[in-house]
């Protein structure tokens, strides 16, 4: 599985877009990006997902670049409900698992 | 909107003993897995499980560990013979997809196993 990068940690007054990035420079031409968030106290959830287009859904958009060796997921207004722990998960085309990291904390102030 | 349950919450068990630790995945899906994540460390992915019977698993998932669907709706984890390291959250999750960029996992809440 591709190795990825993020930030332990980021911080964002609610209101307020919010840029998280992720470093995947392994990454292979099938693989796709997914990212996933956890709730404290809850199971990981589902946020976005792109291969390599740019990829915008209710919850998220989700920039990639164009060599794919990183991606950004953007919240366009953190709200204190957004406050988790989020995932890039780079998703192998063969294989079922999803490959945890530490991810990046994020913390929203009121 | 459909979703993931686990039961119990919360298990506490002694040493040694077996437990079974439950899921009803969603209605449609047809791919499970289970997940662990020890307290303060990374989510493990543990087994995947389709057309009854195992399709992934990690090196955590050994012999002391079985899944199974017992009937059209539930998903089970069992531990044999429980360890003092097996305390950890338990993550049910399910698909309808398989591999790739489909493969889209939603999560059950999670049961706290607690070894004492």
């Known amino acids: 599985d591709a190795k990825t990068t993020q930030p332990n940690s980021m911080e964002s007054n609610e209101e307020e877009p919010v840029h998280l990035p992720c470093n995947h420079s392994?990454?292979?031409?099938?693989?796709?990006i997914h990212w996933y968030r956890q709730l404290p106290s809850q199971g990981p959830e589902y946020v976005i997902h792109?291969?390599?287009s740019n990829v915008n859904n209710r919850m998220a958009s989700l920039a990639i670049a164009e060599d794919r060796k990183s991606s950004t997921l953007i919240l366009h207004r953190a709200t204190l409900r957004d406050a988790a722990v989020y995932y890039c998960?780079?998703?192998?085309?063969?294989?079922?698992?999803?490959?945890f990291g530490g991810g990046t904390r994020l913390m929203v102030k009121p | 909107e459909p979703e993931v349950t686990q039961t119990p919450s919360h298990q506490v068990t002694q040493m040694g003993q077996e437990v079974i630790l439950r899921c009803v995945p969603i209605?449609?899906?047809?791919?499970f897995y289970w997940y662990r994540q020890i307290l303060g460390q990374k989510v493990e992915f543990l087994v995947s499980?389709?057309?009854?019977?195992?399709?992934?698993k990690s090196e955590i998932f050994d012999d002391q560990f079985s899944v199974e669907r017992p009937d059209g709706s539930n998903f089970t984890l069992k531990i044999r013979s429980t360890k003092l390291e097996d305390s950890a959250m338990y993550f049910c999750?399910?698909?309808?997809f398989g591999a790739g960029g489909a493969n889209i996992q939603y999560f059950g809440a999670g049961t706290r196993l607690s070894v004492l």
């Open positions: 499980f389709y057309n009854n019977e195992i399709s992934e």
């Open positions: 999750a399910s698909s309808e």
């Open positions: 792109g291969l390599t």
């Open positions: 998960i780079p998703r192998r085309n063969a294989g079922n698992m999803l490959t």
């Open positions: 392994t990454i292979s031409g099938t693989d796709y």
């Open positions: 209605s449609n899906h047809l791919y």
